[in-house]
């Protein structure tokens, strides 16, 4: 209930409506209108009433809604399916659970919270409710197998425009799916695939932004590693905005990465790759190992100089775990 009043309240941009057009718009009386109201107020719209005047729309709550989702989308029709809850285990799981359903591609799952949000290595992602966001996009696109890690990098690219778009703050990229903001992480990202031996099935790829979190709400053992778009920015921001920004730069990144490979995408990585030239410890396969970040290949592989050695090597998996901010 109240969709309809909200949508002509919103059509007004903030003006007042008189009580008398909306319960014609709606076909219901003057007190059933006021109930309306009431029952929007709940949900944590602010509503200005003035006698004589009518109510008029000063404030909406930051939650993720769909109808509000699509009109800001530029690009709506890449997604064919829209699942938000307020709160769930994992949005990963409910993504996979809806590929196994046979869910289409380009279906998206947001939540408000998660209480077992994944990250990479069997890491736990902290996901609180009202701050941030949560989100996994399944597809199933036309590529083999080895390819799909890319796309992990495909969308930390997407995140990093969305984020300078929302926030004009620069942002810095860790191979392979980490964002950075003032040396701190702002976003992570999970992606796992469901594959036969030479065809992809499906791969669903989690996005984890931390959009108004506020260093208290961060656990005191990552409040020197983590940050938020509000904490570089200096403000907050509505997450259903910064979300539109994300799905409508992922369209773009993918269907760039569809016709030309990464390799379309690769200066968009490399403008942003904030470790190239540094000294870091790389986890690899169980073993920590000393060397220089020097870039990323057109296949997305790290490039990374061993100390000592005088050539890089291409490595398709593996964790910085340590560098000089
Ligand atoms: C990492 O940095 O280790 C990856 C974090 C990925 C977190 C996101 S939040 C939405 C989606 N659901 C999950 O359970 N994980 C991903």
Same mark, same amino acid.
């Given at each position: 209930?109240?969709?309809?009043?909200? +949508?002509?309240? =919103?059509?007004?941009?903030?003006?007042?409506?008189?009580?008398?057009?909306?319960?014609?718009?709606?076909? *219901?009386?003057?007190?059933?209108?006021?109930?309306?109201?009431?029952?929007?107020?709940? $949900?944590?719209?602010?509503?200005?009433?003035?006698?004589?005047?009518?109510? +008029?729309?000063?404030?909406?709550?930051?939650?993720? !809604?769909?109808?509000?989702?699509?009109?800001?989308?530029?690009?709506?029709?890449?997604?064919?399916?829209?699942?938000?809850?307020?709160?769930?285990?994992?949005?990963?799981?409910?993504?996979?659970?809806?590929?196994?359903?046979?869910?289409?591609?380009? @279906?998206?799952?947001?939540?408000?919270?998660?209480?077992?949000?994944?990250?990479?290595?069997?890491?736990?992602? =902290?996901?609180?409710?009202?701050?941030?966001?949560?989100?996994?996009?399944?597809?199933?696109?036309?590529?083999?197998?080895?390819?799909?890690?890319?796309? @992990?990098?495909?969308?930390?690219?997407?995140?990093?425009?969305?984020?300078?778009?929302?926030?004009?703050?620069?942002?810095?990229?860790?191979?392979?799916?980490?964002?950075?903001?003032?040396?701190?992480?702002?976003?992570?990202?999970?992606?796992?695939?469901?594959? !036969?031996?030479?065809?992809? $099935?499906?791969? *669903?790829?989690?996005? #984890?932004?931390?959009?108004?979190?506020?260093?208290? !709400?961060?656990?005191?053992?990552?409040?020197?590693? %983590?940050?938020?778009?509000?904490?570089?920015?200096?403000?907050?921001?509505? $997450?259903?905005?910064?979300?539109?920004?994300?799905?409508? %730069?992922?369209?773009?990144?993918?269907?760039?990465?569809?016709?030309?490979?990464? =390799?379309?995408?690769?200066?968009?990585?490399?403008?942003?790759?904030?470790?190239? #030239?540094?000294?870091?410890?790389?986890?690899?396969?169980?073993? !920590?190992?000393?060397?220089?970040?020097?870039?990323?290949?057109?296949?997305?592989?790290?490039?990374?100089?061993?100390?000592?050695?005088?050539?890089?090597?291409?490595?398709?998996?593996?964790?910085?775990?340590?560098?000089?901010?």
């Amino acid at each position: 209930m109240g969709d309809l009043l909200r +949508r002509i309240l =919103e059509e007004r941009q903030g003006q007042f409506v008189s009580g008398q057009e909306i319960g014609n718009r709606l076909g *219901v009386s003057r007190a059933a209108v006021w109930k309306r109201v009431e029952s929007l107020r709940s $949900r944590g719209f602010g509503i200005e009433g003035a006698r004589g005047a009518g109510y +008029r729309l000063v404030s909406s709550p930051d939650v993720i !809604d769909e109808s509000e989702l699509l009109a800001r989308l530029v690009r709506p029709t890449f997604w064919k399916s829209f699942l938000v809850y307020s709160a769930t285990d994992s949005t990963n799981s409910r993504a996979v659970e809806q590929a196994e359903k046979g869910a289409p591609d380009g @279906t998206v799952v947001c939540a408000d919270a998660q209480s077992s949000g994944r990250g990479r290595f069997g890491r736990r992602w =902290e996901s609180p409710p009202g701050l941030n966001l949560y989100l996994s996009m399944l597809l199933r696109p036309p590529i083999e197998p080895h390819l799909a890690p890319q796309l @992990t990098l495909v969308t930390a690219i997407a995140l990093a425009k969305a984020v300078e778009s929302a926030a004009g703050i620069p942002t810095g990229l860790k191979w392979p799916n980490d964002l950075y903001l003032g040396g701190r992480k702002a976003a992570g990202i999970l992606a796992e695939m469901s594959a !036969d031996q030479d065809r992809l $099935r499906h791969v *669903v790829i989690g996005a #984890g932004l931390n959009v108004n979190a506020d260093s208290v !709400d961060f656990p005191e053992e990552l409040r020197d590693k %983590a940050t938020s778009l509000r904490i570089s920015a200096g403000r907050s921001f509505r $997450r259903v905005e910064v979300l539109a920004l994300f799905l409508d %730069a992922f369209a773009d990144c993918f269907d760039q990465f569809l016709s030309g490979g990464f =390799e379309a995408l690769h200066h968009e990585w490399s403008s942003r790759s904030f470790l190239d #030239g540094k000294r870091v410890v790389l986890r690899h396969r169980d073993e !920590d190992v000393e060397g220089t970040v020097m870039g990323v290949d057109e296949n997305g592989a790290l490039l990374f100089r061993r100390h000592g050695a005088v050539r890089a090597e291409r490595l398709h998996s593996g964790e910085i775990v340590t560098f000089a901010r």
